[in-house]
């Protein structure tokens, strides 16, 4: 009958039929518009490059260009009042129902398309079909699935059209600076959701993104998982994409006792890394050890300790700065851990310019760590000398 569609589908596959349809979409906008236009990641064969760019005309009618600014502009003022969608000024709710209507609004800014849409499709096709005709793309998705699937076609269609606004514009970019865990301590309130990135293709990894934004790769850990990073890897091994930058691997040399220049480098090259095991080697085990010590009156304050000792200072809410400074009261030696924090953060905040500078002030830090009288802490000073740029020669 006309009412189902020219493919007549039992229920079970049409629900297959949509979950396979969003998920290009979402894999559309995850390699095409974030990893690669935005952040030039990757490189993308052209006929994979304009499928991408068809079907999110037919499924989201956003511009590559619009996208692509309002995206590199979140990055370069995020979590400050001109971020087009920062939960910290806008409020979550907001964020979380109306993510869609910030994107547009931020994308008819005609300034922040000058400075943040460069190097966006300008072809003839992008002119006169793609930017000139957004809404035609979805009407004509419309019409396909009504075809395809008949009645139930416009929940297919209407499921099309939700999937980006209400996962991408609504839960990573709310959600993704509210609530889940951080990898690293970055300028920015960014969680990761969720350490499989399944639903929307690894943008649940949105910490590890934010402090790698040029990373073709959002999965940092051995436990994590980013589909789009497999998704880029078939596409590599078929010839139709490039990775051109993933995030810095740490490498460590063990036989490495001294200090130069390739130790300073290596340590700037991966300091966000060096300081996510500041925090599981040094700051760990001292609240444990404090928390132990401590009178039961104020053992109160240790809760969630590790956590506020190694979080950025700029993220910090007036409640919390009194609470490390009611903490380090307390106990001496999570002052001075956490001061040698600050200090290790400084370095490459005063002095990356400047290797020579940069060597001489790592230097000096692991020598005062080393004569702290604190345990985990000249541990943790004797491995930042075994960092290098360069893994572990191979014994022949």
């Known amino acids: 009958m006309w009412y189902n569609g020219l493919l007549d589908l039992a229920p079970w596959q049409l629900i297959l039929v949509i ?56 990055h370069a003022k995020c979590e400050t009042v001109d971020d087009p969608h920062s939960p910290r000024h806008k409020g979550l709710l907001t964020v979380l129902r109306r993510g869609a209507e910030l994107y547009r ?42 075809s ?18 209400l996962w991408a514009a609504g839960v990573v970019n709310g959600l993704g600076h509210a609530i889940g865990y951080r990898n690293f301590e970055c300028r920015d309130a960014s969680t990761n959701l969720l350490p499989w990135g399944l639903l929307i293709a690894g943008e649940e990894l949105h910490n590890n993104h934010h402090t790698y934004p040029n990373s073709a790769k959002l999965s940092v ?25 993933v995030a810095p691997i740490a490498h460590r040399v063990a036989s490495k006792g001294h200090l130069d220049m390739d130790t300073a480098m290596a340590i700037l090259n991966n300091r966000f890394q060096v300081m996510a095991q500041y925090r599981k080697l040094v700051i760990a085990p001292l609240v444990q050890q404090e928390f132990v010590r401590a009178d039961v009156s104020v053992r109160h304050l240790f809760r969630r300790a590790k956590g506020l000792l190694a979080r950025e200072t700029s993220l910090l809410e007036a409640s919390q700065r009194a609470r490390i400074q009611s903490l380090l009261e ?20 005063r002095t990356s310019a400047n290797g020579h500078d940069m ?11 080393e004569s702290s009288g604190i345990q985990s802490l000249h541990d943790f000073a004797a491995q930042l000398r075994t960092y290098s740029l360069r893994p572990a020669p191979l014994l022949a």
């Open 19 to 74: 979950l396979v349809l969003t998920h290009v979409t979402i894999v559309s906008v995850t390699i095409y518009l974030h990893r690669y236009s935005a952040h030039r990641a990757l490189e993308l064969n052209p006929v994979l490059e304009h499928f991408f760019r068809f079907w999110l005309w037919l499924t989201t009618a956003m511009n590559t260009r619009e996208w692509t600014a309002v995206h590199r502009k979140h």
């Open 148 to 165: 395809l699937f008949g009645a139930l076609g416009l929940t297919v269609w209407g499921l099309q059209m939700l999937w980006i606004p």
């Open 221 to 245: 850990r051995k436990w994590e998982f980013d589909l789009g990073w497999a998704w880029i890897r078939l596409f590599g091994w078929l010839g139709l994409a490039k990775v051109k930058r």
């Open 105 to 146: 609004s931020e994308a008819k800014n005609p300034e922040t398309l000058r400075l943040y849409g460069k190097n966006c499709p300008d072809d003839w096709i992008e002119r006169r079909l793609y930017a000139r005709f957004p809404n035609a793309g979805i009407a004509l998705m419309a019409l396909l699935d009504l």
């Open 330 to 349: 307390q106990s001496q030696a999570l002052r001075v851990i956490y001061e040698r924090r600050l200090a290790l953060q400084q370095i490459w905040a």
């Open 359 to 369: 060597l001489v002030a790592i230097k000096d830090w692991i020598q005062e760590a």
